[in-house]
């Protein structure tokens, strides 16, 4: 049985987190830190957990943690991560953190969105935790980037595409959609339910989404050649699930290709990544508490381009579910262990 903890379990990540481990034969919780409820049980906070999970919310040092589990999740926000991670490491421990801080493996660049970066030595030692595409990385891995949730969705949805030189690189426009979980679990004002509620906006327009880079460096991965896309995020007045429609103008050998056949190779073998047949689109509430991710395309012959759209929900494929399944292959347990469980519809 492994010792698992959470390091930052009072947020929506954290306690989606929770509510997986808590069926996870493999795992024991045995530590979850928060400040806010420090001093009170998991189950108590979240009454989802009644019955499911006993484990009390504390405010540790990081030295406090050490003893306590062997494998920890650091679900708390970037630079607040960067300060902690490097000492689980030093003690033997392995780690998935699910903030931005060790994604990009350029520490410029990192440093343009973000902040300084106090530990770029790990940068390079990270491994993206994208299974579909670093599967065999994660799995000898101490340290894994958990991926952001817009770049899951829409990496899956165009390196099929990227990798077969199938589509321009320098023609790619992302909208993505968000349910509103999807910023945290922090009060704000423009999260209030008659802020969202009945209404649809676009935010972070111009290409300022901290997202980008993430999305581009892996893009750019995949199409062996540097990647520019013009990224636009949108909040929807639902709680979880992303819907992402990626557009991007066919090469000539994209115009002739069997792009159905395509993904069907592409992803046959993964068991969170879901085809949709010819005709049929992606819905957010068909993945929907899941760690599934659903693909779609359309051809549009009048302008020579195509559309595809993916679907995750983000607190699931996107945050605590893909956490799990790194968690899964760095620890040599079946990868499914724990998420294979469907949507919840409706």
């Given at each position: 049985m492994l010792d698992?903890?959470?390091?930052?379990?009072?947020?929506?990540?954290?306690v989606e987190l929770a509510r997986i481990l808590a069926v996870h034969p493999e795992v024991r919780l045995t530590v979850a830190t928060s400040?806010?409820?420090?001093?009170?049980?998991m189950a108590e906070v979240f009454p989802s957990l009644a019955k499911r999970?006993?484990?009390?919310?504390?405010?540790?040092?990081?030295?406090?943690?050490?003893?306590?589990?062997?494998?920890?999740?650091?679900?708390v926000p970037h630079k607040t991560a960067m300060d902690i991670v490097p000492k689980l490491l030093a003690a033997g421990?392995?780690?998935?953190?699910?903030?931005?801080d060790y994604r990009l493996h350029d520490q410029r660049v990192y440093e343009e969105w973000y902040q300084p970066h106090s530990s770029p030595e790990f940068l390079a030692e990270a491994v993206y935790g994208l299974p579909e595409l670093?599967?065999?990385?994660?799995?000898t891995a101490r340290l894994v980037a958990n991926p952001g949730c817009y770049p899951t969705s829409v990496i899956l949805a165009l390196t099929p595409l990227l990798r077969e030189d199938l589509i321009e690189p320098g023609?790619?426009?992302?909208?993505?959609?968000?349910?509103?979980?999807?910023a945290g679990r922090s009060a704000s004002v423009a999260n209030l339910y008659c802020e969202v509620a009945d209404s649809f906006r676009a935010y972070k327009v111009g290409g300022k989404h901290r997202h980008t880079p993430e999305i581009e460096q892996e893009l750019s991965l995949a199409a062996g050649a540097p990647v520019r896309v013009t990224f636009t995020p949108h909040l929807l007045p639902i709680s979880r699930g992303i819907l992402s429609t990626s557009y991007a103008t066919l090469t000539p050998r994209g115009a002739k290709a069997d792009i159905f056949a395509l993904y069907e190779a592409a992803y046959k073998?993964?068991?969170?990544?879901?085809?949709?047949?010819?005709?049929?689109?992606?819905?957010?509430?068909?993945?929907?508490?899941?760690n599934c991710c659903d693909i779609a395309f359309a051809l549009d012959h009048r302008t020579g381009r195509i559309i595809v759209t993916s679907a995750i929900d983000n607190i699931g494929k996107g945050a605590s579910g893909q956490a799990v399944q790194n968690?899964?292959?760095?620890?040599?347990f079946a990868e499914g262990t724990a998420l294979m469980g469907p949507a919840c519809f409706p």
């Open positions: 698992v903890g959470i390091i930052g379990a009072s947020g929506y990540t954290g400040r806010q409820y420090a001093g009170r049980k999970l006993d484990v009390l919310c504390e405010n540790l040092t990081v030295d406090e943690l050490l003893p306590r589990a062997d494998f920890f999740f650091a679900a421990k392995k780690v998935v953190d699910l903030s931005a670093y599967r065999d990385q994660i799995r023609t790619l426009v992302i909208d993505s959609k968000s349910g509103t979980s999807g073998d993964e068991p969170f990544v879901r085809v949709l047949a010819p005709g049929e689109q992606p819905a957010t509430h068909n993945v929907r508490a899941s968690m899964n292959l760095m620890q040599g």
